[in-house]
């Protein structure tokens, strides 16, 4: 356990609205990374973060942003959230020895 | 351009006997490589990892294979046991020089009682 938790858990909202999912971790990693899992596609990360306000593209940022304000919160905004983008969405953090560890994920269903 | 790859989506093992999960990549500039399980409803949980500079790496039941010249690795699970039911990812990082992971499409292994 990495100290990870992500919230909310589960959200469904509209079309055309913003969302915002948060991660928390507890233990100072410098590197932060959000994912969405989808059937077919196993695990494409979005964006991810290499330290306070130090942000990189994924291979499926479009329709994302993220931000990091300081070290334990990574926050994923979908501006205008579309049904493609219906997904559960893992945050993760990257350990000194390259290892990754998962929050619990947050299932979001835009209807 | 799928740059890890999983070809088999899924396998069934009897219990007790080996699990072989499988893994390709097409980048070489790839220098760190893990596997990861993964239960219905619940995040990715690491299992082990293998650095380039080795060709195998154990923990336990769990032993990783890399075989460089042909861009594979392999996971093995000896003995099997029911728990181990999940689907397994394969990731790699290391190219371009960034701390980016690519994952593979995952493996369903069932593991029959």
């Known amino acids: 356990d990495a100290g990870i938790t992500q919230s909310p858990r589960h959200k469904v909202t509209e079309t055309g609205t913003p969302v915002t999912l948060r991660c928390h971790q507890t233990e100072n990693h410098r590197y932060m990374y959000w994912y969405r899992q989808d059937p077919g596609h196993g695990l494409r990360l979005i964006h991810y973060?290499?330290?306070?306000?130090?942000?990189d593209k994924g291979e499926v940022s479009d329709g994302y942003s993220v931000s990091r304000s300081k070290t334990e919160d990574f926050l994923l905004t979908l501006e205008s959230a579309t049904s493609s983008q219906t997904s559960v969405y893992f945050c993760?953090?990257?350990?000194?020895?390259?290892?990754?560890?998962f929050g619990p994920g947050t299932r979001l269903t835009v209807t | 351009d799928q740059q890890v790859k999983q070809n088999s989506p899924s396998l069934s093992v009897q219990e007790g006997r080996i699990s072989i999960l499988n893994c390709d990549y097409t980048?070489?500039?790839?220098?760190?490589f893990l596997w990861y399980k993964k239960y219905p409803a619940e995040g990715p949980t690491f299992l082990i990892s293998?650095?380039?500079?080795?060709d195998k790496n154990e923990d336990g039941r769990f032993t990783v294979f890399l075989n460089k010249s042909a861009k594979h690795l392999s996971l093995h699970i000896v003995p099997s046991q029911p728990g181990d039911s999940a689907v397994y990812f394969c990731?790699?990082?290391?190219?371009?020089?960034?701390?980016?992971?690519?994952f593979g499409t995952g493996t369903r292994l069932k593991v029959l009682a």
């Open positions: 973060s290499y330290g306070v306000k130090d942000t």
């Open positions: 980048n070489s500039m790839f220098d760190y």
């Open positions: 293998i650095s380039s500079i080795k």
């Open positions: 990731a790699a990082s290391g190219a371009s020089g960034t701390y980016k992971y690519i």
């Open positions: 993760a953090i990257r350990t000194g020895e390259g290892e990754q560890y």
